[in-house]
Structures are given as structure tokens and as C-alpha cells.
């Protein structure tokens, strides 16, 4: 289960909206402490939201982000079950060997 958020998602699509919306564009610090948000938080917001609408190509867009995640953790599911997998088959092919001596 991920951390809860720190701020509202209402509060980062107004913040994001406010920036976009003003022409010139305010200072992302001065904008933030009039939110009462952290500036690195607001500045990765307005990167995201940049990459969403396809100005920014050095991060990828949210959904790209979700799918990954997504791959990601379904990767690593396929990789314990295929270790049970080999462990199991390791163990009834020892029990099944007709050449292994009991003693």
C-alpha cells in the first residue's frame, strides 16, 4: 500500500492550473509559498503535467508511469512464482530418481 499524499489532489490540479493559466508565468517559488506547498513539489507537478500534454519528453507521461509500475510489479509476481516452481521441480525429480541410494 503506497504512503498517503501529502497534499490534496485538488490542491496539485489547482496549483498546476494556476500556473499554466498566468501570463507571464509567476515564480514557482513565490506561487508555492502562496499555496503553502513545498517548491520542488509544485515543480514536479508542472513537470508531470508538462509530460502529460506532451511538451517534456524527459520524464514519461503518468500513464506510461502507471503501466510500468504495473509491469514492474508484475514482473517480480512471475519471477517468485517461477523460483517455487524450479524448487518444486528440483524436489520431485530428487524423490523420483530411480538411481539415488536410500539409506
Not at 504512503?3 to 490542491?11: F, G
Not at 530428487?94 to 539415488?100: G, K, V, Y
Amino acid at each position: 500500500m503506497p504512503a498517503p499524499r501529502k497534499y490534496p489532489d485538488e490542491l496539485r490540479q489547482r496549483a498546476v492550473r494556476l500556473y499554466r493559466e498566468s501570463d507571464p508565468k509567476p515564480v514557482i517559488k513565490r506561487l508555492a509559498e502562496q499555496l503553502g506547498v513545498h517548491p520542488e513539489a509544485l515543480r514536479n507537478w508542472i513537470r508531470q503535467d508538462e509530460a502529460d500534454h506532451g511538451e517534456r519528453f524527459d520524464r514519461p507521461c503518468t500513464g506510461e508511469a502507471d503501466e510500468l509500475r504495473r509491469l514492474r510489479k508484475e514482473n517480480a509476481e512471475l519471477r517468485r512464482a517461477n523460483e517455487i516452481l524450479k524448487a518444486a521441480s528440483a524436489f520431485f525429480a530428487s524423490e523420483l530418481d530411480p538411481t539415488r541410494r536410500r539409506s
